[in-house]
């Protein structure tokens, strides 16, 4: 079956010959005139056509939008604050990057229709340092729209006043886990909350209800209040709606960012059909379907998975369709969409090796399990690589990530512990055969997968 | 310290954004460390009295977020991304390159005192890996001899410079 065609929405104008990012070009193209409908409606019906819609975030745990917002403490008093996660540090993915960069106004229209919608004046986007330019496009943009009437006291004359601030961050991955993120956005270290009771719906920023949205999952939004919810639930599939963004990096041909209904597409017409296969002379060996997170697929492996009536169905892995639901049940996760691709030039142990000094690094530290073991894991596949495996290896790496896994106060205990879990489970024979490959020792530092 | 007139300006501005002063540090810290390209102990005193902290309060955030630095840098500062997808397209190589060209180690400041070469974690630009960031600007498919291009520009600049 040849690949259904991209369907380009959020990323309807990303590269398109003389499309420009400022405010003109924008409103040419339509821009803003979702905002005012969104204006002329009540803010809970707006809310409503997010449920209808069936969104779920973008930003890694596909967690219902509109559920979420009906979840704000509305009854506190406080103000309601909306965060926009633009940290984009889960490795593998590079979405929000080309929004920022080329279409700020379609990030900012979405995050008024939402503050509208919630009641909140004030919103801050939580950018990644690593973003200085994206920084200084999003306030000029912001500035812009200012100027316009379209951001800050009386917006578009409907006597509704929102402001937005660019916070910028700098260089730490934990800061993309949403109570690390606040953390950080009151000026401290961005040790993750323990929820509960610190759930940002109830007590996130300044104490304050808050909404922490991803920046593809807002632009959504604003897509979602242009056609209407039950519209937008037409696109994709049941319980998995909309397009997505999946954005292909490692061993294939053409890499990049595609964008399709979620659900509508399979992992093997997304990798061979649209992004060229492997390359020359080399086959694929695994992939990393959402993030370096996500536990990892064994090219050449298959599921048998539920289906609504009892019965059940099995899968080649090529021919899973690449959704939040198919991939959770096949015990990984569609995650933030970022596709990794490894051929059969990859050993196992030095990609888990890559991995694990990246956790290693980026453990904020304050529970105990991870922050060990985190290390413990990167120690171990640092010292098979440099010419000291040892036969029980696999093993003892298994163990060290089982006894992380649950035991922490953020998801990142689980994020650390999936890769090694799963390269032990479906690689083990290569942990095992590496002591004996008798590999020579690197020099140091310059290991992994040099 | 001295900070240029822009960055006190900018500095006065980016407070106003926030409810609580304390949430300005990281931006703040930003400021300080592009205008006089370290954060010395006479920063973190700075910030802190800007803020009305504690100097701790300050220190604890330059000591945890991988950019910020308490020590000078080479003229050029070069990031190679060294996670999974650039490390899959050759980002080990392309490091060395760079390294060899200037003469250096990693983390440290090459001896003609123009650039420092730094492993960071992912870039978010996976697709046209490897990648390298020179100072703000990003490099996209640095494979070794587009790395030796830049380090050539790079020398041909401070040798313009005399
Ligand atoms: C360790 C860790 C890192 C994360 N990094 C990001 C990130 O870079 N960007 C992002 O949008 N969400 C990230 N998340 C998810 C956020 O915590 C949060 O679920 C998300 O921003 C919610 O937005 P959404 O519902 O629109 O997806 C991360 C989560 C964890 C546990
Ligand atoms: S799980 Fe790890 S990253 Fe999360 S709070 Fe604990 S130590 Fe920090
Ligand atoms: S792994 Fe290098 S940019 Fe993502």
């Known amino acids: ?450 | 310290m001295n900070l240029k007139p822009e960055t006190l300006r900018r500095i006065d501005e980016v407070i106003t954004h926030y409810p609580v002063k304390r949430s300005a540090v990281l931006m703040l810290l930003h400021a300080i460390q592009e205008d006089i390209g370290h954060l010395p102990p006479e920063a973190v005193q700075w910030v802190a009295a800007k803020l009305e902290l504690q100097p701790i309060n300050v220190q604890e955030v330059v000591t945890f977020y991988p950019m910020f630095r308490q020590h000078p840098i080479g003229r050029r500062h070069i990031k190679v991304c060294r996670t999974l997808s650039c490390a899959l397209r050759g980002a080990y190589g392309t490091c060395a390159t760079f390294e060899k060209e200037f003469s250096t180690k990693r983390g440290e400041v090459s001896p003609d005192g123009e650039v420092t070469i730094e492993f960071v974690e992912c870039l978010a630009s996976c697709g046209t890996a490897p990648i390298v960031m020179i100072d703000d600007e990003l490099h996209e498919n640095v494979d070794p001899a587009a790395a030796r291009g830049l380090s050539d520009g790079i020398k041909a600049e401070a040798a313009r410079r005399g």
């Open chain 1, 1 to 450: 079956m040849p690949a259904p065609a991209e369907r380009r929405i959020i990323f309807r104008h990303i590269d398109e010959p003389g499309y420009s990012r400022d405010l003109a070009c924008y409103q040419r193209n339509g821009g803003y005139t979702t905002l005012r409908k969104a204006l002329a409606m009540a803010p809970a019906a707006i809310i409503d056509e997010v449920k209808k819609s069936g969104l779920r975030g973008r930003g890694g745990a596909g967690f219902g939008c509109g559920l979420k917002w009906s979840l704000v403490d509305r009854k506190s008093g406080k103000p309601i604050y909306l965060v926009v996660n633009a940290d984009e540090s889960e490795p593998g993915t590079f979405k929000d990057r080309y929004i920022i960069h080329q279409d700020p106004h379609q990030l900012i229209e979405g995050i008024m229709i939402s503050c509208w919608a919630n009641n909140v004046k004030q919103a801050y986007i939580y950018i990644r340092g690593e973003f200085p330019h994206g920084a200084r496009i999003l306030e000029e943009a912001i500035a812009e729209a200012r100027a316009a009437g379209l951001v800050g006291p009386n917006i578009l004359g409907s006597g509704y006043g929102c402001e937005i601030y660019v916070h910028r961050g700098a260089g730490a991955y934990i800061c993309g886990e949403e109570t690390g993120l606040i953390e950080s956005l009151e000026g401290k270290r961005p040790y993750p909350r323990i929820k509960p009771p610190y759930f940002p719906a109830v007590l996130g920023l300044y104490q304050c209800p808050t909404i922490v949205n991803n920046v593809e999952t807002l632009c959504h939004v604003k897509y979602i209040v242009e056609v209407g919810g039950e519209a937008f639930a037409q696109i994709g599939t049941p319980n998995n709606t909309g397009t997505r963004i999946l954005c292909v990096s490692g061993h294939v041909q053409r890499p990049g960012y595609y964008e399709y209904e979620v659900g509508r597409i399979t992992l093997g017409q997304l990798l061979h059909e649209v992004c060229g296969g492997p390359l020359p002379g080399r086959k694929f060996k695994a992939v990393i379907p959402g993030g370096s997170s996500a536990k990892i697929l064994r090219w050449g492996e298959s599921f048998t998975l539920k289906n609504k009536d009892g019965s059940s169905r099995t899968l080649a892995v090529e021919d899973l369709p690449m959704d939040f639901d198919t991939m959770a049940a096949c015990g990984t996760m569609g995650g933030s969409g970022g596709v990794i691709v490894m051929d059969d030039s990859v050993n196992m142990v030095e990609a888990l090796a890559n991995i694990n000094a990246f956790y290693a690094h980026e453990s904020c530290g304050q529970c105990t399990p991870c922050r060990e073991g985190s290390l413990w894991m990167k120690r171990i596949t640092s010292r098979m690589v440099h010419g000291d495996a040892r036969a029980e290896d696999g093993a003892l790496l298994r163990s060290v990530a089982d006894q992380i896994a649950g035991r922490t106060i953020c998801a990142f205990g689980e994020a650390c512990s999936w890769p090694t879990q799963s390269f032990v489970a479906k690689f083990g024979d290569e942990f095992t055969a590496y002591p004996a490959a008798k590999r020579a020792p690197r020099p140091e530092g310059a290991a992994e997968l040099a």
